[in-house]
């Protein structure tokens, strides 16, 4: 029973990571390479003008509380964590998931390349931007936190959490530093690198460890995926109705048009992000048991 659960344990990882890798491929593939994409990218970033002035001090202290020292700050604090519960591997391992999620960010950033198809003028020199690096730094703090807590913890720094890192993407959207997709995209990174770190953990798993479903928090997991879920859908029937008016210049659209880009835009953003959060909830009392015997 012990070695079929730690099977399906892994098959599940296996899928999480070959899901999201899917899902990144296709946002970079509809976001960068078609008019569509773009045009939707562009069009949600212009609308980030509307009430900008109401926001824009709640946007930069949470925009500048993510630098290389806080990242290195937050990274020694998560380890000592782990220590202090005596789980060396679990310290190692958490901190790999951090650094691995923010340096294949910066990788992907500057080995992908966006075509200019004409849509997004103002920027067109700017180059590439997806994934984001400063959501990627706060998204990648939350998960290496949910998994280093203690299992009473977990249900709360998995909402702060997801919390702080979708607040975190659409920070970078506001302040027009990164478009929708860049944001999106870098949850899937953080994703992808919490699925194999959980793999990591399941390797070194001793035979002995007890995984008590007590620690499982499902009703968590399934709070946080459902509302992203839910989140996910008003984002796509937004984003849907807007495709209508594809053929309008960004900068010509009338308000509503951008507030609905913008929204709509959020709403993908914190959406992926509770999604992410759910799936690392829901599998983390089997990766990190309580006991380990």
């Keep these: 029973m012990r070695a079929t659960a730690r099977g399906w344990t892994a098959v599940w990882l296996v899928l999480f990571v070959l899901a999201q890798v ?13 008019g569509l994409g773009q045009w939707i990218d562009t069009v949600a970033l212009t609308g980030n003008r509307i009430g900008q002035d109401r926001i824009d ?3 930069d202290r949470i925009l500048n509380a993510m630098s290389v020292v806080s ?21 190692i391992t958490a901190t790999l998931l951090i650094a691995g999620a923010n340096v294949t960010t910066q990788l992907l950033k500057y080995g992908l390349t966006r075509p200019d198809l004409g849509i997004d003028l103002e920027r067109i020199y700017a ?13 990648s703090v939350a998960v290496a936190l949910v998994l280093v807590l203690p299992a009473k913890a977990r249900p709360l720094g998995a909402f702060v959490g997801a919390g702080y890192a979708a607040a975190a993407g659409v920070a970078t959207l506001s302040a027009g530093w990164h478009r929708p997709s860049d944001a999106l995209t870098a949850f899937l990174v953080v994703g992808v690198w919490a699925a194999l770190a959980g793999l990591v953990l399941l390797v070194t798993q001793r035979e002995q460890a007890q995984v008590s479903t007590a620690d499982a928090h499902r009703v968590a997991a399934m709070v946080l995926g ?15 109705w807007l495709t209508d008016l594809r ?4 900068q010509a659209l009338s308000r509503r048009a951008l507030f609905v880009a913008y929204a709509g ?4 953003i914190a959406g992926t992000m509770a999604v992410v959060m759910a799936l690392v909830l829901a599998v983390v ?4 048991p309580r006991h380990q015997g």
């Design 22 to 34: 899917a899902a990144f491929l296709v946002a970079w593939r509809v976001a960068v390479h078609t």
């Design 57 to 59: 001090e709640p946007v």
């Design 71 to 91: 990242l290195l700050a937050a990274t020694i604090v998560i380890g000592f964590i782990a220590l202090m519960r005596g789980r060396i591997a679990l310290a």
């Design 127 to 139: 180059g590439n931007s997806l994934p984001s690096g400063h959501t990627a730094v706060a998204a």
């Design 226 to 240: 459902a509302g992203g879920v839910i989140a996910l859908v008003i984002s796509g029937l937004a984003l849907g």
């Design 247 to 250: 053929g309008v210049s960004p």
């Design 265 to 268: 835009s959020a709403a993908g």
């Design 285 to 288: 009392h089997r990766l990190v």
